[in-house]
């Protein structure tokens, strides 16, 4: 309580010596789509001194609302220290992170940029006549143009806006205009060329491209306090969250964790291994998972961090669980990870004073009220508003069909994708087929179907028939007619399909994994895994890491875990977490990937 007290008084203290020194403040004028949380995390300030400094001011103030600042310049100038921060250790020898900051001048950028020229295609031309004009090759052209498939097969549309003679150009900006004109991160203690590209889903190229002033950075090199532009602003997509979650441990935090799982060892205590595991889904899942869960609680002892953990059998359907409250097991922990029931994890959310973390995707989990219950697996639902959105956003003069069927939800589904694409002024027709007689013939697609424009067909049926009826139709296409295929999901219906012929249509689609095998922390995983459990993991034994993980390391900052889902989107091996709070309702993780099938079966997260 003493702490608490003296904790108060010390920020009471600061804000009124900050009061006292207007001239280290400025105004600031908020951008379209802006939050104050944003702000801050661009000042590398907490959101509640900035809320503070602006007391009339919420957290999603409009667009050009003034508020109050610190003064970059003068604060740089006058700090002489920073605050110890405890992190992670994922560095490598390819990726360092130096505090060479002195050299650098961080009121002034010198930035390298391009400005194009443009053309705007009338009757008559063609591809060929274009670069002679301009004095370019057809490549150069692709090249500027990569939204304009069509160029590759020597096709043009009558008003196309073509960029068709680069101008690199030398110029001189501030910070408040790298602040305007791009999404831009500073860098903390211990990030990395690598951790920075993965979670921005850009590539080393580009953040080196964007920022000529700090040539280091082709040596993987970062410095602390680096203010990098990761893309253009107009580039940034409004639905993404683009706070990065930084890890961090408090000095000396211990955690107390109860995991919950229904190992049914009552009811397999006569039975062989074989007869056990053989067959029985459940069984796997949940033993996957708890091995996946040991290896995060190892990983996090490893830093530091005191984990004290109580394992507990829920029995079958969760019969052990009034049991278990009732005997008050779980009375002084901080978070529950289980059980793996719907029904039941509202019973433990009503027994216990902490956190519980719903491990898995259950249809029932949308009925989830207590504030308490943590979800981790998005909703259906959300899938299909975040592919709308993606499709809305990367929308380049492609022709739109919608296959659907006269089922209830995929009509639901089909006026979702539609209300979405009509935000963008420039999509006008939007074809939706459904099945005549049972099935779509081709002819309904080709018909309407340009080679001169990309085409994307967008499956919302989940019908077996249906699905395959419209992949087959996408696969026997004319060379000369470009398809994407979209989907929300990647279903069932999906894995009767050969990857190849997914692959050859550029099967894209929503999920709530990824895997990139080249991540540093996926090779960790899997090797620890293999050394330990003589096996591959699976997806159940990623997800009891990944999740595990998130929960501890979080915990392990010293904040309450609902605070923390506040500052930011963390990725591990293969699952995102982005928590959203529901006023009076349970948390939601709504950490998403669009990904697309390449042409080697390799998998591209294209968000």
Not at 212 to 227: A, F, M, R, T
Not at 368 to 383: A, D, G, M, N, Q
Request: some cysteine.
């Amino acid at each position: 309580m003493k702490k608490l007290q003296f904790l108060l008084l010390v920020c009471i203290l600061t804000f009124a010596v900050s009061c006292g020194q207007q001239k280290r403040y400025v105004s600031y004028k908020v951008q379209e789509g802006e939050t104050m949380r944003d702000i801050a995390d661009r000042l590398d300030m907490k959101t509640k001194d900035l809320l503070r400094l602006n007391p009339d001011v919420g957290r999603r103030p409009e667009a050009n609302t003034v508020i109050v600042i610190p003064n970059i310049k003068k604060n740089a100038s006058s700090s002489t220290s920073s605050a110890k921060e405890e992190t992670t250790d994922n560095t490598t020898d390819e990726d360092t992170t130096t505090n060479n900051t002195n050299d650098v001048d961080d009121t002034v950028f010198q930035q390298t940029i391009v400005e194009y020229e443009t053309h705007t295609v009338e009757k008559g031309e063609t591809v060929y006549r274009i670069t002679k004009q301009y004095g370019i090759t057809k490549e150069d052209l692709i090249k500027y143009n990569p939204e304009y498939t069509n160029i590759q097969s020597n096709n043009l549309s009558i008003g196309q806006v073509l960029k068709v003679k680069a101008i690199t150009k030398t110029i001189t900006i501030d910070k408040d205009e790298v602040l305007k004109k791009f999404l831009t991160h500073t860098v903390k203690s211990k990030e990395t060329m690598y951790s920075l590209t993965r979670f921005y889903n850009v590539s080393k190229e580009d953040l080196i491209r964007l920022n000529p002033e700090y040539p280091d950075l082709v040596d993987n090199k970062l410095s602390i306090g680096q203010l990098l532009k990761i893309k253009p602003i107009e580039e940034v997509k409004g639905s993404e969250n683009y706070a990065f979650y930084k890890d961090s441990i408090q000095e000396d935090v211990s955690i107390n964790l109860a995991i919950l799982l229904p190992f049914k060892a009552q009811e397999y205590s006569d039975k062989s291994s074989k007869n056990i595991f053989e067959g029985n889904q459940l069984t796997n899942m949940v033993t996957d998972f708890y091995m996946g869960a040991e290896i995060a609680i190892d990983s996090i002892k490893k830093q530091g961090v005191s984990v004290y953990v109580d394992v507990f059998d829920t029995g079958n359907r969760g019969k052990n669980i009034p049991a278990i409250l009732e005997n008050k097991k779980l009375e002084n922990i901080d978070v529950v990870i289980g059980p793996f029931y719907s029904d039941k994890a509202e019973v433990v959310a009503k027994g216990v004073d902490a956190p519980v973390i719903f491990p898995h995707y259950s249809s029932k989990q949308n009925k989830f009220s207590s504030s308490k219950l943590v979800k981790t697996s998005p909703e259906k639902s959300r899938y299909i508003e975040y592919l709308a959105s993606y499709l809305k956003d990367s929308y380049k003069d492609q022709e739109i069909f919608i296959v659907g069927d006269d089922k209830s939800t995929t009509n639901d589904e089909v006026s979702k994708i539609v209300s979405e694409l009509r935000k963008h002024d420039s999509i006008n027709d939007i074809h939706i087929l459904k099945p005549e007689d049972g099935y779509i013939k081709r002819e309904r697609f080709t018909k309407k179907m340009s080679s001169k424009r990309h085409n994307w067909v967008i499956i919302a049926s989940n019908d077996n028939v249906v699905v395959a009826d419209a992949l087959n139709s996408m696969i026997s296409l004319p060379d000369e007619i470009k398809v994407q295929v979209f989907s929300a999901d990647k279903n069932g219906a999906y894995n009767k399909i050969d990857n190849n012929k997914l692959a050859s249509i550029n099967f894209t689609y929503v999920s709530n994994t990824y895997a990139d095998e080249d991540a540093i922390e996926t090779k960790v995983f899997n090797e620890k895994f293999l050394a330990k459990n003589n096996t591959i993991p699976s997806e159940y034994a990623i997800k009891g890491f990944d999740i595990t993980y998130d929960i501890l390391m979080r915990l392990a900052s010293g904040d309450n875990l609902s605070s923390t889902f506040k500052k930011g989107v963390s990725l591990r091996v293969e699952n995102k977490f982005d928590y959203r709070k529901k006023m009076f309702g349970s948390s939601s993780n709504e950490g998403l990937f669009i990904v697309k099938y390449n042409k080697d079966l390799s998998l591209s997260r294209l968000k």
